[in-house]
């Protein structure tokens, strides 16, 4: 790839005439010895399965693994359908469609890492729900995925992607500044509005914690994926309206890292610090804990026809 | 610079809940089978730190399991592959390591098949990426990303020089290479980072020079 940061990616852009999503599909290309048009035909499945992991996900049949979790975007969607959302439509419409398929996720169904599994929620529950308001096709979303990708691609190289290296800021948190400068890019704006959309959003998480009830991708990551959602069309509307980030994004993703490592390790993903270590998180873990043990306990018992 | 494309951040397509501890955990079983070469019989799994404390909610067990029948990230049936493998013939046998091993996602896989073995110690560092630490005792660092050759040969001058010439003669382009040996004049492992894949004659071929032992393909990026 030509570019280590963001200011690098927007000068190229600048430089070159050209959006984000163009100069992240010609370095991909070159750096896979890939055609592009072979490059946009696998990003574009990987649309396809974020929208049925959108419409899986509303259907409600989601109870996860654990039992946890499951049912909530369908919840959310039916509320809609009562009255106007305290948010208003479009940004309930995209926080529904996060919590589906995150929920879809916890339920080891099909979805794309964006950029991980955690995550996955965010970028379909914004891309889906603006596609369907402003009646845009399936090849501009393919484009800003690639928008996406270039500033994730940044991200993970020079902080984190990892909620057990950088806590939950390096997995939602990057997926909302990846949403909130794809969706600059798609509204139309340039890509130094982009880069000051991701600035915007990655403030808004720095510290954030992965605190993941036993250890599950569920309580409360699902949830963080819906408000992500929304965090990320606020971000991008500021960008938009001319709001610059006095920080430039790539300090902030410097800071991303410096605060993620200084991070103690119970708070990066162990289920053993935050809301998980919570008397309500210590006594769900008790009973999944124990759950597993009667399941193992079956498992090597004869079944009863053999007694 | 730890991620190299665009498809390491969007993707991989994947069956839930966890990139790190599920679709990574499929992805460490593939090269695990792929080094053994064939379906394994028997798999010993330690599980390390984070993979240790969650494997059971995450799913990592299923993952590593579906990994090592060949599935993809996105197998549905990643969910039953504890089924799967009892159809296979595949024994598991799960062991819980003491402390973080070398990253706090990481697990050592010992795979046997009649008189075949083969070992790895791999991490997922994020986003269903891996990291391979060790190939059979020899001390790696690879990927996946790439079609990768781990080459077994005996450190003696000139091996280096006769495999980098075939690779070379066949127009293929090493993007990273990495050497390891037990000590002077034993055994050592040249691992291969590659822009294309080699053909399977050219395996062969080099199998059949002088001081190389064994010859191992590893390659992530087909579709198995």
Redesign the interface.
């Known amino acids: 790839?030509r570019f280590?940061t963001l200011e690098q990616l927007a000068d190229i852009c600048l430089n070159e005439n050209k959006t984000i999503a163009e100069v992240?599909m010609e370095d991909?290309a070159k750096?896979?010895?890939i055609p592009v048009d072979e490059?946009f035909r696998?990003?574009a499945?990987?649309y396809q399965?974020m929208k049925e992991a959108v419409q899986k996900g509303l259907t409600g049949n989601t109870k996860?693994?654990?039992g946890l979790t499951g049912g909530d975007a369908k919840k959310v969607a039916d509320y809609m359908q009562q009255g106007e959302p305290c948010l208003g439509g479009p940004s309930a419409t995209a926080m529904a469609y996060a919590l589906a398929v995150s929920e879809?996720?916890?339920?080891?169904?099909?979805?794309?890492?964006?950029?991980?599994?955690?995550s996955?929620g965010i970028?379909p529950g914004v891309f889906v729900s603006t596609q369907e308001r402003f009646g845009w096709d399936d090849d501009k979303l393919v484009h800003g995925?690639?928008t996406?990708?270039?500033i994730?691609?940044v991200i993970?190289?020079n902080a984190?992607?990892?909620?057990?290296?950088g806590g939950c800021q390096?997995e939602v948190g990057s997926a909302i500044g990846?949403a909130a400068g794809a969706m600059v890019e798609l509204r139309g704006g340039s890509p130094q509005q982009a880069v000051h959309a991701v600035g915007l959003a990655l403030k808004n998480c720095l510290g954030l914690i992965c605190d993941p009830v036993?250890?599950?991708?569920?309580i409360p990551c699902i949830v963080r994926n819906g408000l992500g959602a929304v965090t990320a069309l606020a971000a991008a509307d500021m960008a938009l309206a001319g709001v610059g980030s006095v920080i430039p994004a790539d300090e902030v993703i410097g800071v991303m890292l410096e605060v993620g490592s200084a991070m103690p390790t119970k708070h990066?993903?162990?289920?053993k610090g935050g809301l998980a270590a919570t008397p309500t998180g210590r006594k769900l873990t008790k009973e999944?804990v124990e759950q597993?043990r009667r399941k193992v306990k079956e498992a090597k018992q004869p079944p009863s026809d053999m007694n | 610079m730890r991620f190299k494309n665009v498809f390491s951040i969007i993707g991989p397509s994947m069956v839930g809940p966890s990139s790190s501890h599920t679709a990574g955990a499929v992805r460490i079983g593939r090269v695990a089978r792929q080094l053994l070469g064939s379906q394994p019989e028997k798999a010993q799994i330690t599980l390390f730190g984070s993979f240790a404390e969650t494997y059971w909610g995450h799913g990592t067990d299923l993952a590593l399991t579906a990994g090592l029948l060949n599935f993809d990230t996105d197998d549905e049936r990643i969910p039953e592959a504890d089924i799967e493998a009892e159809k296979a013939g595949m024994s598991m046998e799960w062991v819980q390591g003491k402390g973080n091993g070398p990253h706090p996602n990481s697990v050592k896989i010992t795979l046997w098949a009649g008189e075949s073995k083969a070992e790895i110690v791999a991490a997922s560092i994020g986003g269903g990426t891996i990291a391979v630490y060790s190939l059979n005792g020899f001390d790696v660092q690879i990927t996946g990303e790439y079609p990768t050759i781990a080459v077994t040969h005996s450190d003696s001058q000139g091996v280096l020089a006769s495999l980098t010439a075939l690779l070379s003669r066949e127009g293929i382009n090493i993007g990273y290479m990495d050497v390891d040996r037990k000590g002077r004049s034993g055994a050592a492992m040249t691992v291969f980072e590659l822009d294309s894949a080699p053909a399977e004659n050219i395996i062969k071929e080099m199998t059949n020079q002088p001081f190389i032992l064994e010859v191992t393909m590893i390659d992530l990026t087909q579709r198995s």
């Open positions: 790839m280590e992240m991909q750096e896979t010895n490059v696998q990003m499945d990987y399965v996860s693994r654990s879809v996720n916890a339920s080891m169904g099909r979805i794309i890492a964006t950029p991980t599994a955690g996955c970028i995925l690639f996406a990708g270039a994730g691609f993970a190289n984190s992607i990892s909620g057990a290296e390096a990846m036993a250890g599950l991708v569920e990066r993903e162990t289920g999944l597993r």
